[in-house]
């Protein structure tokens, strides 16, 4: 069965630090592969996809950036943290062809102080 | 750009209580789906849709494509407090998948 991981679970950043969120797929190939921003516990925005390899659509332009360096491995960055960027990061994936259905992962939460 | 409209925003209800929301859109969908998500967890789907005019059940949950393909409803029936959370519906296009605001439900034992 498949299994996506996320971490870390939590974290706390100042403000002008770089920040790593990475996300992992297990047991599905070439899924497509989604971050999502949720502040305040409503509302889903749509940062990135990928589907495939070095393949990122952002959907919002902003202080970050995604990479996609293996099959399975989804990566969203930032050099800087903004106080903005605070929020409950998602990631989820769905199969690549025909992607009728999204699963997601635990999810991060991010505090910027 | 899509207009997807989730209603109601929240509700109150005595558990036991039956429960129905819906999602409109300007545009036409090829699926629907709904999702629910508990405090500080990632989204759960709960029931998928293929097909204007299908209607699905799992257990207590019922939903419904509908036959213009802009839009969907949930009910629940016989509420339980495990109920609560906020539900998701989800229509989708190629890869996009667009969340609505959400419907936040809270059920009093």
């Known amino acids: 069965s498949q299994t996506i991981h996320q971490w870390p679970a939590t974290l706390v950043q100042p403000v002008g630090s770089p920040l790593s969120l990475e996300c992992t797929v297990e047991?599905?190939?070439?899924?497509?592969l989604y971050w999502y921003r949720q502040a305040a516990g409503r509302g889903l925005q749509l940062l990135f996809y990928?589907?495939?390899?070095?393949?990122i659509s952002s959907e919002v332009p902003q202080n970050l950036s995604a990479s996609r360096p293996q099959d399975r491995q989804f990566i969203l960055s930032s050099k800087k943290l903004l106080l903005s960027d605070s929020g409950f990061y998602l990631c989820?994936?769905?199969?690549?062809?025909?992607?009728?259905?999204?699963?997601f992962g635990p999810g991060t939460r991010l505090t910027v102080t | 750009g899509q207009q997807l409209n989730q209603s109601p925003q929240s509700m109150f209800i005595q558990e036991g209580e039956d429960v129905s929301m819906n999602c409109t859109s300007s545009?036409?969908?090829?699926?629907w789906l709904w999702y629910k998500q508990d405090p500080g967890e990632g989204p759960v789907l709960l029931i998928a849709?293929?097909?204007?005019?299908e209607l699905t059940s799992n257990g207590r949950l019922t939903a419904q494509f509908g036959i213009t393909r802009k839009d969907s409803f949930l009910n629940i029936s016989a509420s339980i407090p495990s109920d609560v959370g906020i539900y998701f519906c989800?229509?989708?296009?190629?890869?996009?998948?667009?969340f609505g605001t959400g419907t936040s439900l809270t059920v009093i034992p």
């Open positions: 989820a994936w769905s199969v690549g062809a025909g992607s009728y259905e999204q699963y």
């Open positions: 047991g599905t190939s070439n899924p497509n």
């Open positions: 990928s589907v495939g390899i070095g393949q």
């Open positions: 545009s036409i969908f090829n699926t």
């Open positions: 849709l293929y097909k204007a005019g």
């Open positions: 989800v229509p989708r296009t190629g890869n996009q998948f667009y």
